[in-house]
C-alpha cells in the first residue's frame, strides 16, 4: 500500500481487489567475488522488436544493482557491449579492458543463458524479460516472463512470430495492447531539421521516439509544469519508483546514469514514453536547477530535445514530422479489417482531420461538429450577427452568409470519405458560447452591427444560463429558431449534390442532438425533410440521406423504442449521457475524480472508461428497444469512449455497426475491435 504500488496499479487499471502475489525461494548470491554476477537479459529487443538476444549484467553485485541505475552495468553479448561503446565513444581496447561483456568473462555462463533464453522464447512463443544470477561461476535462473515493450517492438515482434509460424493470426492481434500503438502514431523528428540539429550529449537509447520540452529536474515540478500545458523533458541523475509521476507527465527522460534495463529505461518502454539513460558526460545539478551538456549550461526552462532512437539529445526543440506508416503496422491493420465487424469511424470536423483519419483506416465519420466550423476566419461575425438578431428576417440575413461557408466545408469532408457516410451534428453548444464576453470586443461589435453597447450588453446577459448544459442547447436550439436547422440543412444537402456532381460517392447522415422525446425529433426531422424536399425540387435532382439522432439524454435511451419510429440511426453520445447519468459535470468533476479514484470510490474516470454497470446500460437498453422498434436501425458511438479499448469492445458485444472517435485513436479501435469478435 505505498505510493507507488499504488500508483502502479492505478496507472495499469489494477483493482486493489486483486491483492498482492508473493514469491518464496531459495536464495542465490551474486555478490560473492568476482566469480559472480547478476543480470538481466531479454530475448529480443524491447525496444525495436528485432530478434536480437541482448542484455546487462553487473560483476559482484545483486538483482537490484542492476536496475536501480546507481552502476553502469555491462552488456552480455560483445556484439552488444561494442555498440555501447561506440555510443559512449570507448575504444575497443578500453572496452575489452574495463567493460568485457559476459561472453567475454564468463563465456560458459554466457552461452548457457543464451541457450535457455532460447528454449524459453521457444515454449512461451513471446519475448522473454529474464532475471539471472551467477553464484560461483554457476547460473541461476530467478524468473521469467512476458517482456514488456515498446508499441514499435509489440507489433513488430508478434508479427516476425507469425511469419515464422509460431503463433497464428488471431494470437498475432491479441497480443496487442490497443493503447500502445498510440506510439507509432505520432509525430518523429523531421529528417531535415536533425541534419542541423546541434547534438550536445549522447546517451543509450533506452526508450525509442521524439521528444522536445522544457528541463525540469524532479517530479513534482514535472507535474506543476504539466498543469500549466507546459511541455518537459525530465532530467536527473538517475530515476528511481518515486520519480514515476512526474515521468507520466513528461515528454522525455533523460538520465546520467543507468543502462538499458535501468528504472528510467524499462519505466519509459512501458510507458511509451521517449528515454536517453546513461548520458555519462552531462553533470546535473539538482540545487543549482543546472545541467551542463556540450560545453554549455542549461537552466531550468531550457528547450532541449531527445531522440530515443539514436540516444541522442539536441540543443533547443527540434521540429517533428508525421510518421511513416506501413510495413509490419499496415499489416497488423489489415489483420484488424479481416476479422473485425464492427466498424470504426473518426469524430472530424475540418477535411484536414478527415484526411488523416482516412489515412489511418477510418472508414467513415461518426460526428462532424458544425459549431466548431463557426470559428474560422470571419464567420464568428455572422454568427454572432445571427445572436443578435432581433427578428427572424435578420437572423436569416445573416445565416444566409454562413451557408456558402458550412457548405464548402461539408463538400471538402465529403470528398475526403469518397464512399464512406458522414454523419453531421447539427448545432449543438448554447449561443451563450458565441458572444464576446469582455467590453472591448463587445465595443467592437456593436460598432460593426451599428448597435451600442448597452443593447449588445443586454443581448449578451440575456443569453446566459445557470446551467448551460442542460440550457437552450441542441435540438432546443433547431426547435426554437428553425431557420438555423433550415440553413444546415441546405448546407449539407447542396453539398452532397454538388460532390454527387463530381463523382464523389455521398451518404450524408443529419443527427439531431440532444433528443429527449419523440415530438423532439419529429420536429426537426420535418424541418430537415421539408428543406431538402425544397433543395432536390430547386436543383431537379436528389440524394440519399438519413436523419438520427444522438442518444445523450438517458430519457432518450429509456424511450428509444419511440423515437426510432422517426430516426435511420442512433449514435450514443456517451460524454453527456455519462455526465446525465452520473450528475458529474465534465468541467468540475476532476476535481474530486482523482480523490474518488484514490480512495476506491471509483475504479475508474468514467469520462475516460464506459461506465459499463450504468452508463452501459443505458447504452444497451437504447440498442435493444431501438431495434425491437426498426431491427434494421444503425447504431454507433461518437463520444471519447469510442477509441477506449474495454468500451470498444463492450459496443462490439452490443452489436454496435461502428464505433467512432478521434483519428489518432482510429488505429487503437480498429485493433480493439477485432479483438472483440475473436474474443465472441
Not at 542465490?28 to 529480443?44: E, I, L, P
Not at 528511481?240 to 527522460?253: K, N, T
Not at 460526428?367 to 454568427?383: N, P, S, Y
Request: hydrophobic share 40%.
Amino acid at each position: 500500500m505505498n505510493e507507488r504500488a499504488i500508483l502502479y496499479r492505478r496507472m495499469n487499471q489494477i483493482p486493489e481487489e486483486w491483492g498482492t502475489a508473493v514469491n518464496v525461494q531459495a536464495m542465490v548470491y551474486g555478490n560473492m567475488g568476482d566469480n559472480s554476477a547478476t543480470g538481466v537479459a531479454f530475448s529480443r529487443d524491447a525496444a525495436t522488436g528485432e530478434n536480437i538476444f541482448n542484455g546487462e549484467y553487473l560483476i559482484n553485485a545483486q538483482g537490484e544493482d542492476v536496475v536501480a541505475g546507481i552502476r553502469t552495468p555491462q552488456q552480455i553479448t560483445v556484439e552488444g557491449s561494442r555498440r555501447w561503446a561506440a555510443l559512449q565513444g570507448i575504444t575497443e581496447e578500453e572496452r575489452v579492458e574495463k567493460y568485457p561483456s559476459l561472453e567475454e568473462s564468463m563465456p560458459v555462463c554466457a552461452a548457457e543463458l543464451i541457450a535457455i533464453a532460447n528454449r524459453l522464447e521457444n515454449y512461451y512463443k513471446d519475448m522473454q524479460d529474464m532475471e539471472f544470477t551467477i553464484q560461483d561461476g554457476k547460473l541461476w535462473m530467478l524468473q521469467t516472463r512476458n517482456g514488456k515493450r515498446t508499441g514499435a517492438a509489440m507489433v513488430k515482434i508478434a508479427m516476425d512470430l507469425l511469419r515464422a509460424g509460431e503463433i497464428d493470426e488471431k494470437t498475432t492481434l491479441l497480443r496487442m495492447e490497443p493503447q500502445k500503438l498510440d506510439e507509432l502514431l505520432h509525430p518523429v523528428f523531421d529528417k531535415a531539421a536533425l541534419k542541423r540539429a546541434n547534438v550536445v550529449a549522447k546517451g543509450l537509447p533506452a526508450s525509442p521516439g521524439a521528444a522536445a520540452g522544457q528541463i525540469v529536474f524532479s517530479a513534482e515540478e514535472a507535474e506543476a509544469w504539466s498543469e500549466k500545458k507546459k511541455k518537459v523533458v525530465l532530467v536527473r541523475i538517475e530515476t528511481s519508483p518515486e520519480d514515476l509521476r512526474g515521468m507520466a507527465v513528461a515528454q522525455g527522460i533523460l538520465t546520467m546514469r543507468g543502462g538499458m534495463t535501468s528504472h528510467a529505461a524499462v519505466v519509459a518502454r512501458g510507458m511509451g514514453k521517449c528515454c536517453v539513460s546513461g548520458a555519462g558526460e552531462i553533470k546535473v545539478d539538482y540545487k543549482g536547477k543546472t545541467v551542463e551538456m556540450g560545453g554549455k549550461v542549461y537552466n531550468e526552462g531550457d528547450w532541449i530535445s531527445l531522440n530515443g532512437s539514436t540516444g541522442e539529445v539536441y540543443d533547443g526543440q527540434v521540429p517533428t514530422a508525421e510518421p511513416e506508416l506501413g510495413g509490419d503496422f499496415g499489416a497488423i491493420m489489415n489483420l484488424a479489417a479481416k476479422y473485425t465487424k464492427t466498424l470504426v469511424r473518426t469524430n472530424a470536423d475540418t477535411p484536414r482531420d478527415a484526411k488523416q483519419a482516412r489515412h489511418f483506416g477510418a472508414q467513415g465519420i461518426g460526428l462532424c461538429r458544425t459549431e466548431h466550423m463557426f470559428f474560422e476566419g470571419d464567420r464568428i461575425k455572422a454568427v454572432r450577427e445571427m445572436i443578435l438578431a432581433s427578428d427572424v428576417e435578420g437572423r436569416r440575413h445573416a445565416l444566409d452568409k454562413l451557408l456558402p461557408m458550412q457548405r464548402s466545408d461539408f463538400e471538402g469532408i465529403f470528398e475526403a470519405m469518397d464512399g464512406f457516410g458522414v454523419t453531421i451534428r447539427l448545432l449543438d453548444p448554447p449561443l451563450h458560447e458565441f458572444v464576446p464576453h469582455q467590453t472591448a470586443t463587445q465595443k467592437e461589435l456593436a460598432n460593426e452591427m451599428g448597435l451600442t453597447l448597452e443593447e449588445v450588453k443586454a443581448k449578451v446577459d440575456s443569453l446566459e444560463e445557470f446551467n448551460p448544459m442542460l440550457g437552450h442547447r441542441g435540438c432546443r436550439l433547431g426547435i426554437t429558431y428553425p431557420e438555423i436547422t433550415e440553413m444546415q440543412t441546405r448546407a449539407i444537402i447542396e453539398a452532397a449534390l454538388n460532390m454527387k456532381a463530381r463523382g464523389i460517392k455521398v451518404f450524408p447522415e443529419i443527427m439531431i442532438p440532444l433528443v429527449g422525446t419523440l415530438k423532439e425529433i419529429q420536429n426537426q426531422a420535418d424541418v430537415i425533410n421539408i428543406t431538402a424536399s425544397k433543395v432536390f425540387e430547386e436543383r431537379g435532382e436528389s440524394v440519399a440521406y438519413k436523419v438520427g439522432t444522438m442518444i445523450e439524454v438517458p430519457r432518450a435511451a429509456l424511450t428509444a423504442d419511440q423515437i426510432a419510429t422517426v430516426a435511420d440511426f442512433f449514435s450514443f453520445g456517451t460524454n453527456d449521457l455519462t455526465q446525465m447519468t452520473f450528475g458529474y459535470s465534465r468541467d468540475d468533476a476532476p476535481k474530486f475524480l482523482k480523490f474518488y479514484k484514490e480512495h476506491g470510490i471509483i475504479k475508474t474516470d468514467p469520462f475516460e472508461v464506459l461506465d459499463q454497470e450504468g452508463v452501459g446500460q443505458l447504452v444497451r437498453m437504447g440498442v435493444e428497444k431501438g431495434r425491437a422498434t426498426k431491427p434494421e436501425l444503425k447504431v454507433g458511438i461518437c463520444g471519447e469512449h469510442g477509441g477506449e479499448p474495454s468500451s470498444v469492445k463492450f459496443c462490439a458485444k452490443l452489436g454496435m455497426n461502428y464505433v467512432s472517435c478521434s483519428p489518432y485513436r482510429v488505429p487503437i479501435a480498429r485493433v480493439a475491435a477485432a479483438q472483440a469478435a475473436i474474443e465472441d
